[in-house]
Nanobody, 118 residues
Framework: QVQLVESGGGLVQPGGSLRLSCAAS???????????MGWYRQAPGKQRELVAL???????TYADSVKGRFTISKNNSRKMAYLQMVSLKPEDTAVYFC?????????WGQGTQVTVSS
């Protein structure tokens, strides 16, 4: 079973940057390349929403609200996924969750808090 662990969240001022990381422990390196990796977020009182998705074929999808500001990437050899966030806005405040879709199922991390505030 794949275990996902996020890190990199925190408090940042508007206009600032953060990079979230997601480590896929217990994943076999040779098959991690086949995982679709994504980031979702959930703000208080709102539903969880897709932020960015990166398929194993290298196709990316972004929420309209983050296009041009967020970048998803993946390092297969390190079994890591990343979300680079720049020009952060207060409305980006949420718990961010790492997501993996594999041939054996879908998995979620426990989430990391991102707070954008002055």
């Amino acid at each position: 079973q794949v275990q996902l662990v996020e890190s990199g969240g925190g408090l940042v001022q508007p206009g600032g940057s953060l990079r979230l990381s997601c480590a896929a422990s217990r994943a076999i390196t040779s098959v991690f390349w086949g995982y679709d990796m994504g980031w979702y977020r959930q703000a208080p009182g709102k539903q969880r929403e897709l932020v960015a998705l990166l398929t194993s074929d290298g196709i990316t999808t972004y929420a309209d609200s983050v296009k041009g500001r967020f970048t998803i990437s993946k390092n297969n050899s390190r079994k890591m996924a990343y979300l680079q966030m720049v020009s952060l806005k207060p409305e980006d405040t949420a718990v961010y969750f790492c997501y993996a879709h594999t041939s054996s199922g879908s998995y979620w991390g426990q989430g990391t808090q991102v707070t954008v505030s002055s």
